[in-house]
C-alpha cells in the first residue's frame, strides 16, 4: 500500500499541491488547503470534485480522502476550493479580504458562465466594478482607448442581444469606471458582491424533484431558504420556506421529507430522482441552516476577535488612503502649480520679446533722429555764414554810397534788398536752430525710451525663475504604498436514511426580522435603481429582440414590467401559513 498520495486543489486564483498520508481525513486535506490560503472564515467553503460516475460532489471531512468516489486512476486527485455556502449580507459577514477576494472571483466567474442570470445594464455597473479592482483608478492617459480590447467583462448572452461593437461596450464601461476614483481594490470587489447577491440566482442550488403529482419542479437551496420553481423558470419562485420554519429534515432513498416548525402543517415531502441528490441536499441544508442561526446569536470569540482585526485593518487602510489622497492632491497641486509656471514663463517669453524689438525700434529711430539732427546742424551752419556774408556785403553797399547820390540812392535800395534777404535768413536760421533744437529733444526722448526698454528687458529676465520650480514640480512623484463545515452533523453518506433535527420553537419571530432587513437595505438601493434604469434606457435602442433568452424574458415580465424585485417576491411567496404553502405545492 502506498504511503501518501497526490492531491491538486485549485482555487480561483491559484494551483496548490500535496502529497498527504494515505490514511489522511477529508478535514486534514482541508485543513492543510486553508492554512496555505490563509483563510479563516472557513465555514463558507469546501473542496469540490466530479465524481467516479461524473456527478458533483463535496469531499466529505470525516471520511479518510481515498475512501471518497473519486475517478478510478485519477493521479494526482482533483478538487476545487470553492464556496459551498453564500452570506446573506456580504458587507455584514465576509471579514477577511482573502475571503471576500475569492467570493468575488467566484461570483464573477459564475456570472461570466452565465451560471448566474445577470440584466445587461447591471452586467456593464459589475464589468466597471471589476477593472476598478484590477487596474486601480481611471487615467486616461494611462489607460487609453482599446485597453479593456483583450478583458472579458461581459457574459456572451448580453454581448450578443446588442449590435455594439466592443468599442461602444468598453465606452460604457469605461464612463462608470471614471466614477470610481479614490476607490480602492478591496472596497471596489464588495461594491461588486453587494449588488450580485441581488441578483435572482445568487447563492441558489438548484435540484430536480418532483411533488406527489409527479410534476417536475426545482428546489432552491439557499442561504434564506428553501424555494420551489415551476418549469425552467430558475428566476422566480413560487414557493418558500424559510430557516426558521423548518425544524426537521430526513430522506429514505429518493424521498425527502422536512418537517415544518408549525405542527398543525403537514410535512413538505418532495421526490428526487437520485439518491446521491438527496445526500447532496441534506448537506446544503445543514449547512445553510447551521449559517443562518449563527447569525442570529451572538458572534464567538473568534469572530469578535476576527472582526476587531478586520476594523483595525479597514483603518489603517483608511488611513492609507487618506494618505494616498493627501499625496494625489498635493501632485495635482503641483501639476497645477507647474502649468501656472510654464504659462508664466511663455508669458515672460513673450514680454521680452516686445520689448527687445521695441528696443530696436528704439535704437532705429534714435539712429535716425541722430542723422536729421546732424543735417539740420549743417543746414543752420550754412544759413548763419550766408548771413555773416550778406552784412558783409551791406558794409561793402554802404561805403560805396559816398560816391554819388544815384549811387547812393541804388546802393540804399540795394542794401534795403539785402538787409530784407538778411532778415529773412536770420529767420530761416532761427526756425532751423528750433528744428535742430526739436530734434535734439526727440532724441533724448528716444534714448530715455531706450533706456527703459533696456531696464524692463533686464527686469524680465532677472526676475522669478520659473524653471527652478518648475524642474521641483516635475520631480515630483508618488511615494509608494506601504505594503459551516461537513463537521456540523455526523453524516454517514453510505446509508439511504438520514434524519436531522434542526431547530427547536424560539426562531418563530426570525421571519419577520430578515425581512426588515431586507427592506432597510432596498431602500438604501434606490439610486444604483435609477443608474441602471439610465443605462437600460440608453442602450434598449440597440437591442436585437430575437436574441433574448428565456431568462430575459422571464425577467422582463417577472420583475421589470411588474416592478418587483427578489425580496419583494420572497415576502410574497412566504406570506400565509406554512400549511397553506405546502397545501400549494401538492397542487402544482
Known sequence: MPKAFDVRVTTMDAELEFSMPWKSSGQELFDMVTKTIGIREIWFFGLFYVDSKGFPAWLKLNKKVVEQDFPARQNPLQLVFKSKFFPEDVEEELITDITMHLFFLQVKQSILDMDIYCPPEASVLLASYAVQAKYG?????????????NEILLPPRVIDQYQMTPDMWEERITSWYSEHVGMLRDEAEMEYLKIAQDLEMYGVNYFPIKNKKGTDLFLGVDALGLNVYEGNDKLTPVISFPWSEIRNIAFKEKKFTIKPTDKKSPDFVFYTQKLRTNKMILQ???????????????????????????KEERARKQAERNRLARERAAREEAEREKEELQARLRHFEEEAKKANEMLIQS???????????????????????????????IRRVRAMAAKTEEEKK?????????????????????????????????????????IKAKQQLM??????????RVAVAGDYQRQPVPGASDSTSSLHADTDEMVVDLIGDDVDELSKAIEQERLEYVQKSRKLQQQLSELKTEITVLKVSDKQTDEDRLHEENYVQKGETKYSTLSKITSGTTRTRVEFFEQL
Request: glycine share 2%.
Open 459 to 468: 527686469a524680465v529676465t532677472a526676475g522669478t525663475n520659473p524653471s527652478t
Open 410 to 450: 541804388a546802393l540804399e535800395a540795394k542794401a534795403h534788398d539785402a538787409h530784407d534777404l538778411a532778415q529773412q535768413l536770420l529767420q530761416t536760421s532761427n526756425q532751423r536752430q528750433k528744428e535742430a533744437e526739436l530734434l535734439k529733444n526727440e532724441l533724448l526722448t528716444a534714448r530715455q525710451a531706450e
Open 137 to 149: 483608478d481611471y487615467e486616461p492617459t494611462v489607460y487609453p482607448p482599446g485597453f479593456l480590447r
Open 284 to 310: 446544503l441544508n445543514i449547512g445553510n441552516h447551521d449559517l443562518f442561526m449563527r447569525r442570529r446569536h451572538e458572534d464567538t470569540m473568534e469572530i469578535q476577535q476576527m472582526k476587531a482585526q478586520a
Open 363 to 393: 535704437e532705429e529711430r534714435s539712429e535716425l533722429l541722430q542723422q536729421q539732427a546732424r543735417l539740420a546742424e549743417d543746414e543752420a551752419t550754412a544759413i548763419v555764414r550766408k548771413a555773416e556774408e550778406a552784412e558783409e556785403e
